[in-house]
């Protein structure tokens, strides 16, 4: 039986063709993707933006009907509440936005907790309120502080460590790659204004993994072939290079897509935007590492001389004083 491939062995696409007419449009995505940030702002859920926080217990149920309290605490107007198992399997955390009105309120922010526990016990007279909090704009900022530093170390490191293995022109394109990446997913909720969330973060944390192994698979195959074929312009031999890992790519991205769609078409809210960034991911950072990784290393000048050991002047006296010089 012979095995189904999406990708012919005698693959050769020409990508390195229209590398300038793609750079101009992504680095025009990405500016786009800053002003649409700057402009409309991102939609900072409850983790970012501050808000109320009730904890509960439903001492008869096995299980807390997170559903039906999203619905139920969502109805109230204070737009979509986070639910979330907290703890054991019948304990839940649940977090609203504040009102403007009701930042720095505490009369105010205390109605909305009753309003909250009333329709609560309305459906499940057996719930025990075990805690009402306020999440200060404070503490939000400092989430949000943090989560920007975790996605700027990871991209640094990430770099680093591609320029240790390979060269710097090699970060700098991973580097690079990954601006993109991020840039286009942040200009998309601030596009259409998805909530941003902790879990968003998670998912462009994500993205970065996945987009960086893709490009880490495209340059190992680069610096293959730098040794293999030396004479080989640098155009053709990147071209090679992505042909030859084209197969690769294209499976994981179908595998990972497959998994992903019927999550983002049928799933609970709850996870849309997680989903929704991933699967923007998955587009992108396959993109990012054919057009944007790729050519930048004719641009950082990579030559057929990169990988090529550099003889010391030791070596070179040792090779005269045998001749071979």
Known sequence: MRLLKLVPDDTNIKFLKWRMPFYVVSILLIIAS??????????FGVDFAGGQEI??????????????????VGSLGYGDPVVQRFGAPNEVSIRVKLPEEAEGNPGAAEEISRQIIAAIEAGHPDVRIDGV?????????EFLYTAQLALLFAMIAIS????????WQFGVGALFALFHD??????????????????????????????????IVVYD????????????PIPELLDL?????????????????????????????????????????????TYSS???????????????NSFVPQESITDIQEKKARGEA
């Open 133 to 141: 909090d306020t999440v200060s704009g404070k503490v939000s900022g």
């Open 241 to 285: 290079s992505v042909n030859e890992t084209l197969a690769r790519t294209v499976m994981t991205s179908l595998t990972l897509l497959v998994a992903l769609i019927p999550l983002l078409l049928f799933g609970p809210a709850s996870l849309f935007g997680l989903t929704a960034a991933i699967t923007l991911g998955i587009f992108v950072g």
């Open 290 to 304: 054919v057009y944007m990784a790729a050519p930048i290393l004719i641009w950082l000048g990579v030559s057929s």
């Open 221 to 232: 195959r680069i610096r293959e072939n730098l040794k293999k074929y030396r004479k080989m």
């Open 160 to 167: 680093l460590y591609i320029w240790v293995r390979f060269e």
């Open 182 to 215: 991020v840039s286009l997913t942040l200009g998309m909720f601030a596009l259409f204004q998805l909530e941003f969330n902790l879990q968003i973060i998670a998912a462009i944390l994500a993205i970065i993994g996945y987009s960086l192994n893709d490009t």
């Open 55 to 72: 904890r509960a217990t439903f001492t008869q149920e096995a299980e807390a009907p997170v559903e039906e309290l999203r619905e139920r």
């Open 34 to 43: 800053w002003a649409v940030v700057f402009t409309n702002g991102l939609n």
